[in-house]
């Protein structure tokens, strides 16, 4: 039993929102006249403690709840709202758009507004997205509109304007959204570090530590920024810490990278066969949401690379960003199939997205296919983006002496 | 959990609907009846008793803004078209932040519930005190004047039907389980009455579910959440159906209140000049940020100086806060605001004045028919209509017309007593009244509503005589403010329950002396 005094304030929310989900089933069972809205607000307390606790199994069973809740209610409207966000986060998108469907008042209310902003951002539909986001803005200055309007104005590279937005969205919370302000600052972290600014990301993550302290959501992303800076013993602790508390395939993922970085190859090729085996256990239970994952591990891994093709087509299918026709496009390119990886790689480009990682698979790519100025030129935009990409980094700092040729660089494995 | 942007992870649409102590309820202001030692002005604001009525919470920042001014003396010849309206709101734009410039206590409470009490620019001097909550304390101002004040739990000092006026504007929330998301199912879009419809099965008041709407809520309904008949419902005596029933809602129930009783020379230098006290209350809650400023590189001032300029006038301590509510004038919010956040401005409301007047319209259309099916007289044009209507306007200069009379009309007062001095004192009509959103208390009146408001003045009561005719009488009396408050009235009208629709006094008494308001249940 943690001790009041010791508990973090993630632990403190948790026991809380656990104390409100017991108050609430102990008044429905007491109660004949239990009523939609503590229904309502009952799964939504589930899906809260799904979300802190990064527990993503128990989506699926809280969905068939919300499906059973939604038959009993006259007004089912916060419910499609619910399940529109857990398909969401099973990336099971046009189950989403289904869902926003389902009621009018979707169409018209700010949340309705910006889930479906979310599921244009993942189908790649940009301008639609923003379109809903500064809607729902208009109707309610609201600090969830902002962060999305940052995330937006992120990818399509203007960091400043981004990170003007991300302030505005802080400036909107108080403190009783203390995790919320947390979740923002480890956005704007993530964003400085995909651009190679390690420090402000640093900075970030540690005002998140300082609002909101105990989430492994900052953890993991201070995890991350040790291995991205070589620091390969203590991020594999860090990981290792949360894998502990709990065993994510993705961390094993992470896991894997680091070992394989820090030339600990056997234990390397170990954690990642772990982690595509909870990946291939979760895509057999028809789940879609590790497809990313997948893709990138089989690219990674040697003879994976037609699975690798088949896993990116599969995303692709689900939503058609540039990050998934990037995807698709190397795992093609890592199978040989160049002229088709040439066409996804345009597509991809043609959002005008920018991001180091498209561009340097863009260099990879065109320099396999003997482009040589087009690689060139993606390598240049590759490095405005991102000076020194993760784990380029960690090799050539690990290989002082070695000299990357576009030929070899598509060998680099890499993973942002 | 996945690979993109995810607030709704962090967020749920819930989160927002607990009570809060930011909800600020009431603002009382009237001069104090004992002028011994000088005249003093009490000002008493009153909030959501969160963490509970005794307990404040120490994330919470309240302000009590004041700015004296002379008694404004309407000309003759007033010009009373939509022109002069707009030249009145004009007028007055600017007026308090820039020329009063108004005086401010603020009141914040720490850890060991102590209140920080800080008086900020008065002619008496600018000081600040810690002081224990829930007690009177006198404090002594730089110019040597007493001043009282109390911090801390008091019993609830607003008594109305609370459930019959959201009833009269068909207000879902009071009644029903509505759903978040349904943002456009709060007022439904049913005529606002002070009868009941025919028909109007959604909010006609329903003998097997006494409760209903007095805490107990029903599911909202699969269906069409409007009204088609046509007529008020009758029973079988022609009785009209009164959607009040003249019951206390609030008693009971406990608030935190700032209650202030301050000389009026510690507030102007100009005592026999600036008859006129205004003051309006803001509630303001910590921002996120501020409670991780020990990291010395906060970026958001330091990196971008830009976003200084929307809070330019805003003082160091209030950058670190956010605005939530602001309160002044009696049912400014629930009724002309509709309380939507973005419309929380004080007494820089004037540009809210287009609204209001639309605002205005709507209801008059509502309340205005059922008044007149009584064979009470209103203010309010509807050509004749012989059921309430549900109307909104998109123009001002649409619904102006319907509501000049209104808007500009005296509010006769019940008899001379709010005027004791006998002094030449215009009756104050709506359009002063609620633009902009103050309590505005005359030092020469007794601050009775709409002078000021004294805890014992049945506001909400007060609020619905707006929409009367106030050059028509009742039995040789003049209408006025209190005119609804009369049994006779009811007495004689063909409308069931014969009731006033708020009580006429609150369930426990006030005091005749600081703190004024009750002590706690």
């Known amino acids: 039993m943690i001790s009041g005094a010791a508990m973090t304030d993630y632990e403190v929310e948790l026991l809380s929102t656990q104390r409100r989900i017991e108050e609430i089933v102990a008044r429905n069972r007491q109660d004949l006249t239990a009523n939609s809205d503590s229904e309502s607000r009952l799964l939504y307390l589930r899906f809260q403690q799904i979300s802190m606790t990064g527990e993503i199994g128990g989506l699926d069973p809280l969905d068939g709840a919300v499906c059973k809740a939604i038959r009993c209610s006259s007004r089912p409207s916060d419910l499609w709202l619910l399940r529109a966000w857990i398909a969401l986060q099973l990336h099971r998108f046009a189950d989403a ?98 651009r190679g600014l390690h420090d402000r990301a640093l900075e970030h993550y540690r005002r998140a530590e300082s609002a909101y302290s105990g989430h492994w959501l900052v953890d993991e992303r201070l995890a991350e920024l040790m291995g991205v800076q070589g620091r390969f013993d203590e991020a594999i602790a860090a990981y290792r810490r949360l894998y502990e508390t709990s065993p994510r395939p993705e961390w094993e993922h992470a896991l894997g990278d680091l070992y394989f970085l820090s030339g600990e190859l056997s234990s390397g090729y170990e954690w990642k066969m772990r982690a595509l085996e909870g990946y291939l256990k979760s895509t057999s239970h028809g789940q879609v949401h590790y497809l990313h994952s997948l893709v990138d591990l089989s690219c990674e891994m040697p003879g994976q690379s037609s699975r690798a093709t088949e896993w990116a087509r599969r995303d692709e299918e689900l939503r058609s960003n540039y990050l998934t026709q990037g995807a698709l496009a190397w795992a093609l390119y890592r199978n040989g199939e160049s002229q088709e990886a040439l066409e996804w790689l345009s597509k991809a480009l043609a959002s005008g997205a920018v991001s180091e990682r498209l561009y340097l698979q863009a260099a990879c790519i065109y320099a396999g296919v003997g482009d040589v100025d087009a690689s060139a030129k993606y390598m240049r935009l590759s490095r405005a983006a991102n000076p020194l990409p993760a784990k380029a980094r960690c090799l050539l700092s690990s290989h002082p002496g070695l000299r990357v040729s576009h030929r070899e660089l598509m060998t680099v494995p890499f993973v942002l | 959990l996945a690979d993109h942007n995810d607030p709704n992870a962090v967020n749920s649409i819930f989160s927002d609907v607990d009570v809060s102590a930011a909800d600020l309820y009431d603002i009382f202001g009237f001069p104090a009846a004992n002028t011994s030692g000088g005249e003093r002005v009490v000002i008493a604001l009153t909030f959501a008793g969160v963490p509970k009525a005794g307990e404040l919470d120490p994330d919470m920042l309240y302000r009590i803004r004041i700015a004296s001014d002379r008694r404004v003396m309407r000309p003759a010849n007033e010009d009373q078209s939509l022109e002069g309206l707009l030249t009145y709101v004009e007028g007055i734009k600017g007026k308090y932040e820039s020329i009063l410039k ?67 504007i068909n207000y879902a929330p009071q009644f ?78 406990n608030i935190n209140a700032i209650i202030l009783e301050v000389p009026l020379t510690y507030l102007t230098a100009s005592p026999d000049d600036h008859r006129i006290v205004n003051a309006w209350g803001e509630s303001w809650v910590k921002k996120a940020a501020n409670k991780i400023e020990t990291i ?199 409308i069931e329950p014969k009731t006033p629709p708020n009580p006429l006094e609150n369930d426990t008494k006030f005091l005749s002396e600081f703190p004024y308001l009750a002590p706690p249940w």
């Not at chain 1, 902002?146 to 991300?166: F, P, Q, S």
């Open chain 1, 97 to 194: 758009e289904v869902f926003l469907g389902m009621d009018d008042s979707l169409a018209a209310c700010a949340p309705g507004r910006l889930v479906r902003a979310d599921v244009d951002l993942q189908c790649g539909r940009y301008s639609s997205a923003r379109v809903k986001i500064e809607l729902a803005l208009a109707d309610e200055m609201s600090w969830e509109g902002l962060a999305r309007l940052a995330y937006l104005t992120y990818v399509m590279g203007d960091i400043d304007a981004a990170d003007d937005l991300y302030l505005r969205a802080e400036n909107e919370l108080t403190v009783k959204q203390m995790r919320s302000f947390a979740w923002v600052e480890a956005r704007r972290g993530l964003m400085n570090l995909a």
């Open chain 2, 102 to 168: 108004p005086f401010e206590v603020r009141v914040t409470v720490d850890q060991d519930q102590k209140a920080h009490v800080r008086f900020f620019n008065f002619p008496g001097g600018s000081f600040s005190q810690v002081i224990e909550t829930s007690q009177s304390t006198d404090l002594k101002a730089p110019d040597g004047q007493t001043i009282k004040i109390y911090v801390g739990g008091r019993e609830d000092a607003f008594f109305n039907d609370l459930p019959g006026f959201f009833r009269s």
């Open chain 2, 176 to 253: 029903y389980h509505v759903p978040h998301t349904m943002t456009e199912a709060r007022e439904l879009t049913i005529p606002k009455t002070l009868l009941e419809l025919e028909g109007n099965d959604l909010f006609n008041y329903d003998s097997a579910l006494p409760d209903w709407g007095h805490g107990f809520k029903k599911d909202l309904p699969a269906g069409s959440l409007t009204w088609s008949g046509d007529r008020f419902k009758k029973d079988q005596n022609g009785n009209y159906r009164f959607v009040y029933s003249g019951k206390d809602a609030q008693a009971g129930k």
């Open chain 2, 296 to 494: 010395p590189d906060h970026p958001f001032w330091i990196e971008h100086p830009w976003a200084l300029v929307e809070q330019s006038k805003l003082d160091e301590e209030l950058k670190r806060y956010k605005l939530v509510d602001t309160d002044g004038q009696a049912f400014a919010d629930a009724a002309l605001s509709e309380r939507e956040n973005n419309r929380q401005m004080g007494a820089n409301n004037f540009w809210l004045a287009p609204h209001f007047v639309k605002r205005l319209g709507h209801l008059g259309w509502g309340f205005g028919p059922s008044i007149s099916a009584l064979g009470v007289a209103t203010a309010f044009d509807h050509d004749n209509s012989p059921v309430s209507i549900y109307k909104t306007y998109d123009l001002v200069a649409e619904a102006f017309p319907r509501v000049k009379k209104l808007l500009f009309q005296e509010l006769n007062m019940p008899d001379d007593s709010w005027n004791p001095k006998k002094l030449d004192i215009p009756l104050r009509r709506p359009i002063e009244i609620f633009i902009p959103n103050v309590c505005s208390i005359d030092m020469d009146t007794t601050g009775t509503w709409p002078f000021g408001r004294r805890p014992e003045d049945q506001v909400a009561t007060r609020f619905l005589s707006l929409f009367l005719d106030m050059t028509a009488s009742f039995q040789g009396v003049r209408y006025h403010v209190d005119i609804l408050n009369n049994q006779r009235l009811w007495d004689a009208l063909p």
